[in-house]
């Protein structure tokens, strides 16, 4: 990778992650998008999986700081993330919006299982339902809010070249 | 080539095993340790991110703090905005408990529904009905006089013909018994529109018809029924003399009347058991004013006793200040004198002399405020009800 593409990355990431501590608390949504795991995914295919994992376990370790009951999961779930993400690059070369925004929301609720199942607070029927509706409903969203990002910041965007 | 690709690739498998491996180990961490590492993370990196989602809650809070305050605003509009109502209410419902306490027994308190047909123009909706005792040929009446009879009683309603409906006649009389007419409703015949349209403004308009000439009726003059007639009983007041109109029987006078209830705000009335018709009305009326002038007056003294209350405290307030002021003036004046004995005038402190005049002023403001309040009392006491007899002097007046 060039220096003009980590630098389109770095301001890429940057610009979600200050949409994460903004946007986010603004909207106040029961089912809000998660910024974080989107740059984590968008900046997954563009570096390489070394580094995606130190990414992910970066801004895992960060949030975890301020949710002390679960420090170390979302670090642990971010870390697989980016990457197997970065590992599976190559399905994200195909330029497709809603093929882009599938995965996207693969890679969020893959976060939010792998959260749930290392948090461990929930079980049963509670964490079936967790799984299911909310955290479907919360990898929609953020979905939708990732293909909205990437329509949106295209022209900072420059996919690496295989 | 290969070497450097499965190199670098071991570092990358290298890296994510550390990356997992540090995130078991967080996960595991003892919460004594655990704590102080959050610790340094949230006041090294996360510290600017945390001031940022700060400042998000912040403009969040705010903006629901000013959708919170505009409701409030608008809730106090919508309710400044129903006070004139309600205090229309309040007086009208003063004046129907007047109106029970005059009359002691045989009727039945009804709210009126006024109907928004074409052909309910004439009629009312009562809210009482047979199981309330309500019968057919019933008077109806309200706080400032009559307002019609009975025709239809369901169980649990009945309707009432207004004083303006085509077919509503009472004898009636001025109050000091001297003329004697037939009161019923101003019907007039039109041609055109704009005549039509002229007669709608006067539909509920009355006639006083048969004066004989000898009795000259004035403006402004109350006309009460008669008792004459067997229907209404003697003494309830019917309208107002607007004046004298010309018509063709020329052996008689006719006059046209307001009349003393103004449809358009008839809430709640009463009606009357044939019984308490029978046995008259005839003082009623004349104490109902004076019943609403109690309850007015009584109102007014629990008023004036807040205010006095209030003026007392201010009082007592001005003269602890003026006290302290005193003191403060009096210790001034003797280090004044002693420090400088020759100087021509002692020169008045700033301070003081400003205490002063702004306890004068306040002095002036509570007594005009006073006073004024004294007048507007006298006023509200005094002031007649009009459509009603004079009222006597109310049982208090300040």
Redesign the interface.
Same mark, same amino acid.
């Given at each position: 990778m060039n220096w003009g593409a980590t630098v389109r990355t770095i301001i890429l990431c940057s610009v979600l !992650?200050?949409l994460h501590? &903004?946007?986010?608390?603004?909207l106040?949504w029961k089912a809000s998008a998660d910024f974080l795991i989107i740059a984590l995914l968008l900046a997954s295919v563009r570096v390489?999986?070394? @580094?995606a %994992?130190?990414f992910?376990? @970066?801004l895992? !370790? %960060?949030s975890?700081?301020?949710a002390?009951g679960a420090?170390? %999961?979302g670090?642990?779930a971010m &870390? !697989?993330i980016g990457?197997s993400w970065s590992r599976l690059k190559a399905v994200f070369f195909a330029d497709h919006v809603l093929l882009n925004g599938f995965f996207l929301f693969l890679g969020k609720w893959a976060y939010e299982i792998l959260m749930n199942l @290392?948090d461990r607070r929930l079980s049963g029927a509670e964490l079936v339902m967790q799984i299911l509706v909310y955290s479907s409903l919360s990898a929609a969203v953020t979905a939708v809010a990732g293909v909205l990002a990437l329509m949106l910041l295209r022209p900072v965007l420059e996919t690496r070249a295989a | 080539m290969a070497r450097a690709t499965r190199f670098s690739s071991r570092i990358d498998v290298v890296i994510f095993g550390a990356c997992v491996l540090l995130s078991l180990v967080a996960t595991v961490l003892p919460a004594k340790l655990r704590e102080p590492a959050a610790s340094i993370l949230r006041r090294s990196l996360v510290a600017p991110l945390l001031r940022l989602q700060q400042g998000a809650e912040r403009w969040r809070a705010a903006y629901q703090s000013s959708e919170r305050e505009e409701l409030r605003r608008d809730t106090l509009a919508l309710a400044a905005a129903r006070v004139p109502t309600l205090e229309t209410e309040n007086e009208r419902l003063r004046k129907v408990l007047g109106l029970a306490s005059g009359m002691k027994w045989g009727f039945i308190p009804a709210e009126a529904l006024s109907g928004r047909g074409r052909a309910e123009d004439f009629t009312v909706t009562l809210s009482a009905g047979s199981n309330a005792g309500v019968r057919e040929r019933s008077l109806v009446v309200a706080p400032e006089g009559v307002v019609g009879l009975v025709q239809t009683v369901d169980p649990t309603m009945s309707l009432a013909i207004l004083f303006a409906h085509p077919d509503f006649r009472v004898s009636a009389m001025s109050a000091d018994g001297s003329a004697f007419g037939i009161v019923q409703p101003h019907v007039t015949s039109s041609s055109t529109t704009q005549e039509q349209a002229f007669m709608r403004s006067e539909r509920y308009l009355l006639e006083m018809r048969g004066v004989p000439f000898r009795a000259a009726l004035k403006a402004g003059a109350v006309v009460y029924s008669s008792g004459l007639g067997g229907i209404y009983p003697k003494g309830i007041p019917v309208g107002v003399v607007l004046g004298e109109i010309k018509t063709p029987e020329s052996w008689a006078r006719t006059y046209i009347l307001r009349p003393a209830v103004n449809p358009a705000e008839l809430s709640a009335v009463m009606i009357l058991t044939p019984a308490r018709a029978a046995a008259g009305l005839a003082s009623v009326w004349a104490d109902v004013g004076a019943v609403d002038s109690a309850t007015r007056s009584i109102v007014i003294a629990g008023d004036s006793m807040a205010r006095r209350s209030a003026a007392l405290e201010a009082a007592a307030r001005r003269a602890a200040i003026d006290s302290a002021a005193r003191i403060l003036r009096d210790s001034m004046g003797r280090d004044t004198a002693r420090a400088e004995a020759a100087a021509p005038a002692p020169a008045i402190d700033p301070a003081v002399a400003a205490a002063r005049a702004r306890a004068r002023r306040d002095s002036a403001v509570a007594r005009a405020r006073r006073d004024s309040i004294r007048r507007v009392q006298a006023d509200t006491v005094s002031q007649p009800i009009p459509g009603t007899p004079p009222t006597p002097p109310p049982l208090t007046r300040r």
């Open positions: !992650i200050f501590y &903004t946007l986010r608390p603004l106040n390489r999986p070394g @580094v %994992a130190l992910g376990f @970066v895992g !370790i %960060a975890d700081s301020l002390l420090f170390g %999961a670090a642990l &870390t !697989i990457f @290392v | -």
